[in-house]
């Protein structure tokens, strides 16, 4: 068997010896992958520039191809037949033909056996070996050569799933955004140290759907658990080498199987059953998604699937030199979503996750990436008209990582109406703030406005701007106050990589100390990084672990520590506990006050119509900032007014809900504040002080009261109705935060 490579040049491929026959049929070029349709199999694969597909079938257990078709059709760029009897949990790969010509971009090998992009499971896992790369590794012109060893034993092989699967009374949660409170998880990292969690289950999806971690993650007040990707991927082999492995999976190589290591039972179900035991729950599964770039690398990476597929239409190549690639990620390639069937595939994961596998919403990697066409970023990207227009996809969350290293890769407030963004600005202004920071106060207002400056245009909602402090890459939150530098010894790049602009402090000692003063400080600073989060307009994301202090050693890169540094560690201090409660406490009360929850952006204007503005930004004396004083570059203590008097929604009325009166003070010493007089009220109830984070009633406050306010705290008041009677809607308002801050002090956390 010969094939084409060059003008002139002929390689021979070295196949199996022994090919028995099997009547194949036509098939149908849809749906693209391997269907089970109750009596055999359809296979459909596209590649528009490849000669010649073959479908390999391989014994149970993936070791021993058993037998090589031909596809006998090609419809619309589109390999495809059909086998009467192939049953599900066959194990296939593909062998694809076509020219290798890599300076015009086309990489065709059939000695390497490829993935099916559209494979539902996958068995197996990377192993490193010269042959998994079409080229000779150490020839001259590496990349232009063409290396003729069989890659079959090296790469993971494709399964025939039986979609089947009993969901019973199973509904979406549907939470409303304004109530959403994203918990960013690790599904191995969450789960290996839970002594709850059976030793079989630690790491896998099984593993989340215990009883006793779904118990608590719901007794904390979330709704949404936002998993780092599940997708597929691949241990980089620099890594390998190291003795480390890519623990955070943002290496993609599958867009429709979950990764063999999550699976407990080798069953795709295993994933159904957890979505459905988190919505029987009432939390939402949310999936961060990873379809900017592959695990194929650049031209010197191995040939694992669509490089060998059709290499010219899946990435973005050099325009000058398709020998080369776009490098948008920084990962090497950049996946070509400008290509109609590129974006098909897209879709078609995206759909498959929120309809087969019912997921409520996607967080979207380098999202920037997928919505830039040849011209740049745009807002009119056929990516996001795609995902805008379908009615699947339209009612699940999508949340994007606006950013990338590309031209023009920072986009934070463009993405279109019905879109959420992560809020980088925010996580940025809150750390600075609460360090110490110089002249803050300005920013703080309007991140903690939602930054309507980003958000505040074609109809978004505050809850556009996805609040955190802390997530997946970078410090703790624990490590944010107990480090002033990075410490990645663990990673093998001598400390090197990670950002070292973290914005962090550690109030006198680096790591972990006995000392009661700075263990006090830090764990006051945690409550005001946690309040000042859950209080502020726009949608909060908690760091899994954040809540009762995790650490990783001042590790802010631990993307390939799969050990006790990435992992949650579930030994918890009375320290520890009692900071999860006072989580809790602030996400019951954030439920609880509409105020907080509003679908307005605050300007600090004044309604004529009303009389009232929607926001007073206050100073220690308890007079509102004048254009003077926000200039005052020293000052670090300020107040928040907010009058539930101002206009609620679109309908020019009168609000309804409890006036709220927050007090930052990031100065190191105490702030003697005044409580300011507000209407319709005959006095203020303390309901938060960072430093008193426990209390047993709503502690009450004449207007006037020179309040001191602690060095580093941050407080709530809510304001007491008087006895007029027009103020029946605001002690109805009143009496419902009352009742939650009982509940706040009385519900249990299942930790």
Do not use: M, Y
């Given at each position: 068997m010969t094939i084409q490579i060059r003008p002139n040049t002929t390689q021979t491929y070295r196949g199996p010896t022994a090919v028995r026959p099997r009547r194949i049929q036509e098939g149908r070029p849809f749906p693209l992958g391997a269907t089970w349709d109750g009596i055999g199999v359809n296979f459909a694969i596209f590649s528009a520039h490849a000669t010649k597909v073959?479908?390999?079938?391989?014994?149970?257990?993936?070791?021993?191809?058993i037998e090589r078709i031909e596809l006998p059709e090609y419809t619309n760029e589109i390999f495809h037949g059909y086998l009467r009897d192939v049953r599900p949990g066959q194990i296939y790969g593909y062998r694809v033909y076509g020219p290798y010509e890599?300076?015009?971009?086309?990489?065709?090998?059939?000695n390497k056996l490829l993935i099916d992009p559209y494979a539902k499971q996958l068995i197996g896992e990377v192993k490193w070996d010269h042959a998994l790369f079409g080229y000779t590794i150490g020839h001259d012109d590496a990349d232009l050569s063409f290396d003729e060893r069989d890659s079959a034993p090296f790469v993971p092989k494709c399964r025939v799933v039986d979609p089947a699967f009993t969901w019973g009374d199973e509904r979406?949660?549907?939470?409303?955004?304004d109530r959403t409170v994203f918990y960013e998880a690790h599904v191995k990292g969450f789960t290996m140290r839970h002594p709850a969690v059976a030793e079989r289950d630690r790491g896998k999806f099984a593993g989340l759907m215990t009883t006793e971690v779904i118990d608590y993650i719901r007794s904390l007040g979330i709704t949404s658990v936002e998993l780092m990707p599940i997708h597929a991927f691949v241990d980089d082999s620099y890594l390998v080498e190291k003795g480390l492995r890519n623990y955070w999976g943002y290496n993609s190589l599958g867009f429709f199987a979950p990764d063999p290591r999550y699976l407990a039972s080798n069953s795709i179900a295993e994933f159904k059953e957890l979505v459905s035991a988190f919505h029987h729950a009432k939390l939402e599964v949310i999936l961060d998604v990873v379809y900017n770039h592959t695990a194929e690398g650049n031209e010197l990476g191995p040939t694992l699937s669509f490089k060998?597929?059709?290499?010219?239409?899946y990435y973005r190549l050099m325009p000058d030199d398709a020998r080369y690639y776009i490098n948008d990620t920084g990962t090497g390639n950049t996946v070509n979503t400008s290509h109609p069937r590129v974006m098909q595939l897209v879709t078609d994961s995206l759909r498959y996750w929120a309809g087969e596998m019912r997921v409520d919403g996607f967080r979207f990697d380098l999202a920037t990436i997928l919505a830039r066409e040849p011209t740049g970023f745009s807002e009119e990207s056929s990516f996001l008209h795609a995902t805008m227009q379908d009615p699947l996809l339209s009612e699940v969350k999508l949340i994007a990582e606006p950013w990338d290293c590309g031209p023009g890769g920072y986009q934070v407030g463009r993405f279109p109406p019905g879109w959420a963004e992560w809020n980088d600005g925010y996580r940025d202004t809150i750390r600075a703030f609460w360090r110490g920071d110089d002249g803050m106060i300005p920013k703080v207002a309007n991140k903690f406005s939602a930054s309507a400056d980003l958000f505040d245009r074609r109809g978004r909602k505050p809850w556009a701007s996805v609040n955190f402090i802390t997530a997946h890459d970078g410090f703790t939150l624990h490590d944010l106050v107990s480090y002033n530098d990075k410490h990645n010894e663990a990673n093998?790049?001598?400390?090197?990589?990670?950002?070292?602009?973290?914005?962090?402090y550690n109030y006198g000692a680096e790591g972990l100390?006995?000392?009661?003063?700075?263990?006090e400080i830090r764990f006051r600073q945690l409550r005001n990084f946690f309040a000042t989060l859950l209080f502020s307009r726009g949608t909060p994301m908690i760091l899994a672990g954040d809540e009762f202090a995790r650490t990783q050693g001042g590790n802010n890169n631990a993307y390939a520590q799969d050990n006790e540094i990435g992992w949650v560690d579930w030994k918890i201090t009375p320290e520890s506990r009692q900071l999860a409660e006072f989580v809790q406490k602030l996400i019951i009360l954030r439920q609880s006050l509409a105020m907080l929850r509003r679908g307005t952006f605050l300007h600090g204007t004044f309604d004529e119509e009303l009389g009232v503005k929607d926001v007073a930004w206050l100073k220690p004396d308890g007079q509102e900032f004048v254009d003077g004083d926000w200039a005052d570059g020293e000052a670090k203590c300020f107040g928040v007014l907010l009058d539930g008097r101002a206009q609620e929604t679109g309908i020019r009325r009168p609000g309804t809900d409890a006036t709220m009166l927050i007090v930052m003070n990031a100065h190191f010493d105490v702030v003697n504040f005044v409580l300011p007089e507000a209407p319709g009220g005959k006095r203020w109830r303390c309901v938060i002080?960072?430093?008193?984070?426990?209390?047993?009633?709503?502690?009450p406050f004449e207007f006037g009261t020179d309040y001191m306010v602690t060095g580093r705290s941050f407080l709530v008041f809510i304001l007491e109705p008087d006895d007029t009677a027009d103020s029946e809607d605001a002690r109805r308002s009143y009496a419902h935060v009352s009742e939650a801050f009982a509940r706040s002090a009385s519900d249990r956390l299942r930790i």
């Open positions: 073959e479908l390999c079938l391989f014994d149970a257990d993936g070791k021993s191809e890599p300076d015009a971009g086309h990489r065709f090998n059939p979406r949660p549907n939470v409303f955004w060998g597929i059709d290499n010219a239409t093998g790049e001598d400390n090197r990589d990670g950002h070292s602009h973290n914005l962090s100390t006995d000392d009661p003063e700075i263990v002080d960072t430093n008193l984070p426990v209390r047993e009633e709503l502690a």
